[in-house]
C-alpha cells in the first residue's frame, strides 16, 4: 500500500510558476510509474502528466506540453511537476497517482492517489 502527499500548491497570477510535489511512502514507489491528473469544478479529473518508474519516459496532454514538466526522484520517493507559464484554465485541483501502466490517461487505471492540492491561477 503506498501512500501519497501532495504540497505545493496556491494562488498564482497567469504567467506565474509553481512546484508541486508529492510524497509517497509505505511501499516501493521506484517500481511504479507516476502521475499528476487534476480536476476543475464541475469537470472531470483529467490526465496531466505520468513518468515511467525509471523516469526515462515522459508523456503530457497537449494542453501542457512545453509548459509543465514532470521529474521523480525515487531515491527520495517523490515526484514533481514543475508549471510555467500559468493559465486560468490550469486552475484545478492537482492529484498525485501511482501505478503499473505509464501511459495510462484513464483514472481507472492508476492504483494509488492522494488527497489533492489546490493550484488558482488568477487572471
Known amino acids: 500500500q503506498i501512500h501519497l502527499v501532495e504540497s505545493g500548491g496556491g494562488l498564482v497570477q497567469t504567467g506565474g510558476s509553481l512546484r508541486l510535489s508529492c510524497a509517497a511512502s509505505g511501499g516501493t514507489f521506484a517500481s511504479y510509474a507516476a502521475a499528476w491528473f487534476r480536476q476543475a469544478p464541475g469537470k472531470e479529473r483529467e490526465f496531466v502528466a505520468s513518468?515511467?518508474?525509471?523516469?526515462?519516459?515522459?508523456y503530457y496532454t497537449d494542453s501542457v506540453k512545453g509548459r509543465f514538466t514532470i521529474s521523480r526522484d525515487n531515491a527520495e520517493n517523490t515526484v514533481s511537476l514543475q508549471m510555467n507559464s500559468l493559465k486560468p484554465e490550469d486552475t484545478a485541483v492537482y492529484y498525485c497517482?501511482?501505478?503499473?501502466?505509464?501511459?495510462?490517461?484513464?483514472?481507472?487505471?492508476?492504483?494509488?492517489w492522494g488527497q489533492g492540492t489546490q493550484v488558482t491561477v488568477s487572471s
Open positions: 497517482a501511482a501505478g503499473h501502466i505509464v501511459v495510462a490517461e484513464a483514472t481507472r487505471n492508476w492504483n494509488y
Open positions: 513518468i515511467a518508474w525509471s523516469g526515462g519516459s515522459t
